[in-house]
């Protein structure tokens, strides 16, 4: 079974997607801050992340996308934000994948499945 950590800091994505992808076959491991997130990352096998990137901090998604390109390369991460206007940020081409947030998942898990198997 393929393991999935999300991190989001609004508690009802995090509980949606989790629901979501555990029908769909998935184990998923959630996280609401930056710190929870590096623990899950470093003490699990992970094998793909969905990224918010506005968390607490302001910028705190983009410094955990860093830590995660730096700590494991080929780890599939997704962006998945409500802010279409970082696409265009530089530092977010570090992710394989950036889709904005909607209520239609279908885009979402459609990426994941495609990541996930490479």
Known sequence: MKTILVVDDEENIRILYQQDFTAS???VICAATLDEAQKEFSRNQ???VVLDLKLTAQDGGLEML??????NR?????????YPAYKTDFSSW???????KSSNLDELKE?????ITL
Not at 66 to 71: P, Q
Not at 74 to 82: E, F, Q
Not at 94 to 100: G, K, N, R, S
Not at 111 to 115: D, E, G, V, W, Y
């Open 111 to 115: 990426t994941i499945a495609r990541l």
């Open 46 to 48: 992970v094998d793909l």
């Open 25 to 27: 076959g998935y184990q």
């Open 94 to 100: 570090l992710a394989d994948a950036y889709i904005v």
């Open 74 to 82: 080929k780890i599939p991460i997704i962006i998945n934000t409500a």
């Open 66 to 71: 860093r830590w995660m390109r730096e700590a």
